[in-house]
């Protein structure tokens, strides 16, 4: 953390925030609305766990209802504040309008450190959780639908829908009120991976535009480039796996609690996971040098820089000494005000947050429209759209015949073009797209503006006249 004293999490947010209104046009008081948060419920709670009550204590923030249901994780860890839940809701609203997922912002948290309890006294907690929050209309498939955070996961999810499930025994929606649930369970294929896919794409819309690459000091594409990512969790490690083994990116150093991991040649991503799933850290891992004081190597040279951790790990004490030219964040708000300002005169390109790790959001919402509409993406197009695909596949093998040796298909082509696209297809189509989409969005104001120099004001200006717009639409 800083020595120097910086703003909160929240006031950081905050100061992003103002730095894009004050290049908008909005009356001040639909300015105000939009930044302040809603409503911040805290519960505290007692679970008997080894012959004692414990006491728990959980928020659920509610940062803007211009859209409902609203929308966002539950995070465990024992820093969980209410500062920190406001921001990272705050960064809901904003995500969730940038990337179009019809929700508003919201975030939850409790205050534990999971790696302290059993599952099964963890199912004893996130129940109870569950039950205050869901009484509330704080989880609930039309009103507030959380989702995995820092901490938790599918198995979480899947004791959230259950616990709303048997509080609501007539509701059909019910398995709406959480996404993030495994695959048994109302889940949906891909969601996982989803926001590691999402920093991927990402990526690769940014070096799908040379003008971009050039502006972080860079050229070429994402093959050879070399990376350094900051936590191997699930966004880390999806992240860093597959822009390593589909991009031909080198991965070069792998920050974790307990130190870093460096190798010029490229890390092995999955041997490094592994290392960590079975020793609790990154220490002792032999195909690699191991540096003890892991934060050095956020300075470390490199490409590019992904912090997929914790907020505020960029700050004002280190800033100065960022080596990579272009930092993406996958993480909820590693960067703060100060350490952006820095950055920003430095020249380095940040893709912020509110896109980069937008991809979660985007296929939670796929899920939620999954359960809503009670049937698996593709189940009534592929076979027919495969039954197409062969008339015109018999019409090929005709003019081969035909030709003789002068023409025939490619070998792979049958299979290929035959094969009707799965759920999992779909899901990865359909958060391609969005990644495009939403990229191109902030680029048109990022290069059609003079007053505008860099990707995170550019993303709060296209984020916040969409929610501008939804207020005014609603007579606000
Ligand atoms: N916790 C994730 C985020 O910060 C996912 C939220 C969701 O899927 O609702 O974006």
New binding site residues.
């Given amino acids: 953390m800083a020595a120097v004293q910086e703003p909160s999490f929240r006031q950081s947010v905050d100061l992003m925030f103002n730095r894009a209104v004050g290049l908008m046009d909005l009356p001040p008081g639909l300015e105000q609305k939009i930044r302040v948060c809603n409503a911040t419920y805290t519960v505290r709670f007692g679970v008997r766990l080894r012959g004692e009550i414990q006491t728990f204590t959980g928020y659920r923030s509610v940062h803007s209802e211009h859209m409902e249901p609203v929308?966002?994780?539950i995070r465990y860890a024992i820093g969980v504040n209410q500062d920190e839940v406001e921001a990272?809701a705050a960064l809901?609203t904003y995500?969730c309008a940038l990337v179009e997922t019809p929700f508003g912002g919201s975030k939850g948290g409790l205050c534990i450190d999971p790696r302290q309890y059993e599952e099964h006294e963890l199912e004893l907690i996130t129940r109870r959780f569950a039950y205050e929050l869901a009484k509330r209309d704080l989880i609930n498939p039309s009103q507030n639908?959380p989702?995995?955070?820092m901490g938790t996961g599918e198995r979480e999810m899947a004791w959230i829908a259950d616990q709303f499930a048997r509080m609501n025994t007539t509701d059909i929606n019910a398995k709406a009120c959480v996404?993030?649930k495994p695959l048994n369970a109302g889940g949906i294929s891909g969601r996982v991976e989803a926001?590691g896919r999402g920093v991927q794409y990402a990526l690769r819309e940014f070096f799908r535009n040379p003008e971009d690459v050039k502006a972080a000091g860079m050229e070429g594409k994402l093959d050879g480039k070399r990376i350094v990512v900051q936590g191997l969790g699930n966004v880390g490690f999806h992240a860093a796996k597959f822009l390593a083994s589909e991009d031909g990116a080198k991965i070069t150093g792998i920050i974790e609690r307990d130190g870093a991991l460096v190798d010029d040649r490229g890390l092995d991503v999955e041997a490094v996971h592994r290392w960590i799933v079975n020793h609790g850290g990154v220490k002792d891992y032999a195909d690699a040098t191991y540096v003890e004081d892991g934060a050095k190597v956020l300075e470390q040279d490199c490409d590019i820089l992904i912090p997929a951790a914790l907020e505020g790990v960029i700050n004002l004490t280190n800033a100065n000494n960022i080596k990579a030219p272009l930092i993406i964040e996958a993480a909820?708000g590693p960067v703060t005000a100060g350490a952006d300002e820095i950055l920003r005169k430095k020249g380095t390109v940040i893709i912020p947050d509110m896109y980069a790790?937008?991809g979660?959001?985007t296929v939670?919402y796929f899920e939620w429209v999954k359960n809503l509409s009670h049937i698996r993406f593709g189940r009534m197009q592929r076979r027919q759209e495969e039954a197409r695909h062969q008339l015109v596949v018999d019409e090929l093998e005709r003019l081969s015949d035909h030709l003789g040796d002068a023409w025939s298909m490619k070998p792979d082509f049958k299979q290929r073009y035959l094969r009707g696209a799965d759920e999992l297809e779909l899901v990865r189509s359909g958060l391609d797209d969005t990644m495009r989409i939403a990229y191109q969005s902030m680029r048109e104001v990022w290069h059609g503006r003079d007053d505008v120099t860099d990707l995170r004001v550019a993303a709060y200006i296209v984020a916040i006249d969409r929610v501008a717009k939804s207020y005014r639409a609603k007579g606000l």
Avoid: R, Y
């Fill in positions: 929308k966002g994780g990272l809901m995500k639908v989702a995995p955070d996404t993030g926001t909820n790790n937008a979660g959001v939670s």
